[in-house]
């Protein structure tokens, strides 16, 4: 009995181990790992779709397409409070993210140039509002606008939402743009003030050239929170300043508008468009530089 | 070394942050002890209230056991699935990475709530994918929203909160695993592991730092979060996050600045374990 068990789990290893059966095995692995990919990719998008069919469904109800109509992207600026909310976000978020880009870059300079031990206090610090809960930060910023409100009665609404939204822009800005700084050759900047450059423009001419791709990514990243923030600009609002977001939380349960949904596809259409343009030119740039360099060399 | 006179620059962003981190948190301690309408100091009186209903509502009890096991079981969910996607990623042979990583970022960019309000559409008994699936004779229902069970875990919310913070769990690990030098990889083969083994003891180690950092990035908002709750959670699911709101709506922010306590001991706690794995932050982005 033994001696069977035996040489039937040797022929079973055996097998696997033929070339043949071994290199189907792998080739059914990599098929496998590229089906996973494939279908959390399309578990992350399946409620893009949904929300892209919505708003091409002729009919209001949730759970009935009808038939196939682009009404609602013409209702997207007739529907007053929701046009109303779209252009407070877009405003909010471009705001908010020049502001938090800038000063985000002279933070980031700052931090870079501390000692060791400094330089990781500070880290930690501008690590609290990405890390923090939004309803914790929210609240925060909430009871320090409420406390300002005895010097400026009027600040809830655009002010303290733009407040609130640089407040946790910045730290996304900070944190793209440090690894690029700690890339950065610092004997540039040195050669820069001895050939008589003022400080300020070495940090335009030397440093922040060098560091362009850490601020762009922190560029993204600061609209990308801003754009689809909800928490935090619920507890800083006021005067009826409503966000996107905040619209849609208080539609929630009723019939929402499909002007929503029309609205939703055609920024996220309209974002990805603008990612594809500047990647493109991206590339087309490297290869004309390429193309200079071997002719160059020629 | 000129640079290292720049530091000065830094000041104004050290007074902003102590201003709305230090001054709100020094508020908080001081409103739990208080008795007040919303900031209203003319009326506050002294008062131990909101410290005793902690320790006595069952309500307060139910929220932090919803909070916990959604945010837990959305958090496990999201590392078995979030780590093979980044090492898929971070090993494939791709000319352009980013692009797989601009992949999980597009969906940030379409309203989380209104993702969410789809997957609820999708989970309830009528569905707009089953409507128009039905036309070409198949049936998708799975009518699981507002299914809670004893233990307060709702399959729905964790649908929900795993598809939304995912890519907070890829992200990070990816950055960590396409740092790690091949070349170990390579010497722990040569002497004699083989792929499973190397993995186990040479990989996993070394991105650990990112798998903390994930795991952070995606329990807090699960555990802290009321708007997905109550999208998907048909209202009757009471999460931490939706007890604070509710307090701070009723003008008593009292009570509400000790549950946000109760939230930020567990978010300091995870920061200080980021300190330690991850001193530059490089992993947060």
């Known amino acids: 009995m033994s001696t069977r068990v035996l040489t039937l789990s040797r022929k079973i290893v055996l097998f696997f181990r033929k070339p043949k059966v071994e290199k189907t095995l792998k080739v059914a692995g990599a098929v496998l790992k590229w089906v996973f990919f494939v279908f959390i990719i399309f578990l992350l998008y399946l409620p893009i779709f949904i929300i892209a069919l919505q708003s091409f469904n002729n009919s209001q109800l949730m759970y009935d397409f009808t038939t196939f109509t682009f009404k609602w992207y013409g209702m997207i600026f007739q529907e007053r409070s929701l046009s109303q909310s779209i252009i407070n976000s877009l405003v909010i978020a471009v705001t908010a993210t020049i502001i938090s880009t800038v000063l985000g870059t002279v933070f980031a300079i700052g931090i870079h140039s501390l000692t060791k031990k400094k330089r990781q206090k500070m880290v930690l610090l501008n690590q609290v509002p990405i890390l923090n809960a939004d309803i914790v930060t929210g609240i925060s910023l909430m009871l320090v606008f409420k406390l300002l409100m005895y010097i400026f009665p009027d600040i809830f609404g655009f002010t303290t939402m733009l407040l609130a939204h640089i407040f946790f822009c910045l730290p996304y800005v900070v944190l793209s743009i440090l690894p690029k700084l700690s890339e950065l050759d610092e004997n540039l900047y040195d050669a820069a003030l001895d050939l008589y450059c003022k400080p300020t423009t070495g940090i335009l001419k030397v440093i922040i ?18 754009i689809d923030d909800f928490v935090i600009s619920y507890f800083n609002t006021g ?28 920024f996220s259409f309209l974002m990805i468009l603008v990612l594809v343009i500047i990647s493109v030119k991206g590339s087309l740039k490297k290869r004309k530089n390429l193309l200079k360099f071997k002719q160059n060399k020629i | 070394m000129n640079i290292k006179k720049l530091g000065k620059l830094v000041l104004p962003y050290l007074v902003w942050m102590s201003v709305l981190v230090g001054l709100p948190l020094l508020m908080m301690v001081v409103l739990t002890f208080l008795k007040s309408n919303a900031l209203d100091l003319g009326t506050a009186e002294f008062s131990f209230d909101s410290w005793r209903i902690l320790f006595s509502d069952v309500t307060v009890r139910i929220a932090l056991k919803n909070s916990f096991v959604n945010g837990i079981i959305a958090t496990i969910i999201c590392f078995v699935i979030g780590y093979p996607i980044a090492y898929i990623v971070a090993n494939s042979n791709f000319s352009n990475k980013l692009i797989i990583l601009v992949l999980t970022i597009i969906p940030m960019w379409s309203n989380s709530l209104l993702r969410n309000n789809a997957i609820a559409n999708i989970l309830s008994e009528r569905s707009i994918v089953n409507d128009v699936l039905s036309n070409i004779g198949l049936n998708f229902i799975w009518p699981i ?40 990889l390579e010497a722990s083969m040569d002497l004699g592991s083989n792929k499973i083994k190397t993995f186990f003891k040479v990989t996993f180690p070394l991105s650990i730092k990112g798998v903390t950092t994930g795991i952070i990035m995606v329990f807090l908002p699960s555990f802290s979060g009321f708007a997905i709750p109550k999208i998907l959670g048909s209202g009757s699911l009471v999460f931490i996050g939706t007890l604070i709101d509710s307090r701070f709506m009723n003008r008593n922010y009292n009570f509400g600045s000790l549950l946000s306590l109760v939230i930020l001991l567990i978010i300091f706690g995870s920061m200080a374990l980021i300190f330690k794995v991850d001193k530059e932050g490089e992993t947060l982005i």
């Open chain 1, 209 to 226: 050239p060098s560091i362009s791709s850490g601020i762009f990514t922190g560029m993204l990243m600061a609209f990308t929170m801003s």
């Open chain 1, 239 to 266: 005067q009826g300043f409503d966000n996107v977001s905040i619209w849609i939380y208080a539609s929630i349960g009723r019939q929402m508008s499909p002007a929503v949904y029309a609205y939703n596809t055609a």
């Open chain 2, 145 to 184: 929203r507002g299914v809670v069970y004893e233990s307060g875990f709702s399959p729905a919310v964790v649908i929900g909160l795993v598809l939304t913070y995912l890519p907070f769990m890829i992200l990070p690990i990816y950055t960590v695993l396409e740092k790690i030098d091949k070349s170990l």
